[in-house]
């Protein structure tokens, strides 16, 4: 959403340039993305001086650009009202004698890294901006995504690249500070009374959630996957909207493949979605593929779409025909997720199976994977990391996200369900099932993943990272997070048509993390 450069106990004499703020002589600056998604404002009494960056929000006054003169009662009202904004924003506030301070909402559609030298603070929505700060990997973080135990905190793979998380505020005096938000409180599930029309509920959520963004139907498009989560958010939008949803999809391979394509017609047949579908056949563009940049050597997040290269090609195509949003059905799964108190036969919180080829270094590390992370938010923390990896590629084509299933008082109603409507996505099966869809989409037989298309991936172009990073050396076997006479084996594994799909598809995480390392650390 934005960039920038904070130098405090400098001129905060703000004046806005062109696409940001600057203070005189540019010691500092915040510059925005140009998007109508996105809308800006300064106060100042004089001395201190605000700078509000939010998602814009239908039914709440919009933001007039520019510096605008305050008194200091104000300027501290703006500031609370600021915090109290329902979507993704950032607040920055400076005074000539103060140390900066950068604030971030609950609703965290896009990411903001954070480094500092010891003069400037700086941020950006991409990581690769900030890649002369990556100095060296961060060992236990690299450990949590080793084994797939991710951990939403300030933390990154690269030491000197930090994330403002949710709700955190970030200070700046000479180095730099990051301080958590009281946890955020939730709710228990509760029984439903009599008579309660909780499709409705659902339905009439939806479209708040769709609704509070002022999106228009001829640039806006809509992830359609075939799958339950992305079926109910176009499904009521193309209820509310006839013949004005478009869609899009990527194409997974396997035996999911046909049950995804008549799902997907099922779906745009029985609704009233409009005639243009763009999709991408993930089957022809492999995620390690040699074409992709990141394997090109590019400066790519380890944090962006582990699919990044289908992704990219199809976010590339939606912007090409005039999109400017993107809907998506991210969250879906954890508005119904259910407890471990509601399954105590399953122990959600077990230490993962060890991958063969984690080191002796990140084994020992993992003791400490959950010190540091940030408190509860009011968004699940998995959700926020997944709206974290998918923003950066649509962003970078003009796209902006929006999540329905990351509104809040969505995600407060899923919390409150009882557990028969949560099991199975009940929720999500029964709302589709009451628009007339079939049983083929309320109830597929085949599984739909992308796990065939990793498995190509690495069995293919794969082996050929792996075998580099054994001849070339690797950061991650110097710091022993990996082991490499395990990798090698894995990659002879592969190479000799052995592919369990439990073990092996988590190397991918290895490769990612490899090509990482080799941009940002070279």
Not at 81 to 88: I, K, R, S, V
Not at 281 to 300: S, T
Not at 406 to 415: K, M, S, Y
Request: net charge negative; aromatic share 8%; proline share 7%.
């Amino acid at each position: 959403m934005l960039t920038l450069q904070l130098t405090p106990y400098a001129d905060a004499s703000w004046t806005l340039v062109g696409g940001g703020y600057t203070t005189a002589g540019g010691a500092s600056r915040v510059t925005l993305i140009d998007h109508p998604m996105v809308e800006h404002a300064a106060f100042t009494d004089g001395v201190r001086t605000l700078i509000v960056i939010r998602e814009k929000l239908t039914g709440h006054p919009s933001l007039t650009p520019g510096v605008h003169r305050a008194d200091t009662a104000d300027l501290d009202r703006v500031f609370t009202e600021a915090q109290e904004h329902p979507g993704d924003f950032v607040v920055v506030r400076t005074a000539p004698d103060l140390p900066v301070t950068v604030t971030a909402g609950a609703a965290r559609s896009t990411p903001l890294y954070l480094s500092a030298d010891d003069r400037c603070l700086y941020g950006s929505w991409d990581m690769t901006d900030l890649k002369r700060f990556a100095t060296r990997l961060h060992s236990v973080e690299v450990a949590r995504l080793l084994v797939f135990r991710p951990r939403y905190s300030t933390q990154t793979v690269f030491e000197g690249i930090h994330r403002l998380t949710e709700r955190a505020t970030a200070h700046f005096g000479g180095s730099l500070h990051i301080s958590y938000p009281a946890p955020a409180l939730h709710h228990d599930a509760r029984e439903i009374a009599y008579g309660a029309d909780v499709l409705g509920a659902f339905t009439d959520l939806l479209h708040e959630a769709l609704e509070s963004r002022p999106w228009a139907p001829d640039t806006t498009v809509f992830h359609l996957s075939g799958g339950f989560d992305s079926g109910c958010i176009g499904a009521t939008a193309a209820k509310r909207h006839p013949r004005q949803i478009r869609t899009a999809a990527l194409l997974i391979d396997g035996p999911g493949r046909a049950q995804q394509e008549r799902r997907r017609a099922g779906m745009r047949t029985v609704l009233p979605f409009a005639e243009d579908d763009t999709t991408v056949d993930a089957a022809k563009l492999l995620p390690l593929d040699p074409e992709c940049l990141r394997v090109r050597g590019k400066l790519i997040s380890p944090y962006e779409e582990p699919l990044f290269y289908p992704f990219s090609q199809l976010t590339a195509k939606l912007a090409r025909a005039g999109a400017t949003a993107v809907v998506t059905g991210l969250g879906g799964d954890e508005l119904v997720a259910l407890s471990q108190t509601e399954v105590p036969h399953l122990d959600l919180n077990r230490v993962p199976v060890m991958p063969p080829w984690l080191g002796q270094t990140a084994a020992t590390l993992l003791e400490y994977a959950d010190v540091g992370t940030a408190p509860p938010a009011p968004i699940n923390s998995m959700t926020l990391l997944a709206l974290e990896s998918t923003a950066p590629p649509l962003l970078r084509e003009g796209i902006w996200p929006i999540h329905p299933f990351a509104w809040t008082p969505l995600v407060e109603f899923g919390e409150q369900l009882p557990f028969d409507w949560r099991e199975f996505k009940q929720l999500q099966r029964r709302l589709l099932e009451s628009l007339g869809l079939g049983m083929e989409v309320v109830r597929p037989v085949e599984r739909e993943s992308f796990a065939e298309i990793v498995e190509r991936a690495l069995t293919g172009s794969g082996v050929e990272l792996l075998d580099r990073m054994l001849a070339d050396g690797s950061a991650l076997f110097d710091d022993h997070l990996v082991d490499p006479d395990a990798v090698a084996a894995a990659a002879k594994r592969m190479r000799d048509g052995h592919y369990a799909e439990g073990e092996e598809s988590k190397i991918l995480e290895v490769i990612h993390l490899d090509l990482a390392v080799r941009a940002f650390l070279s």
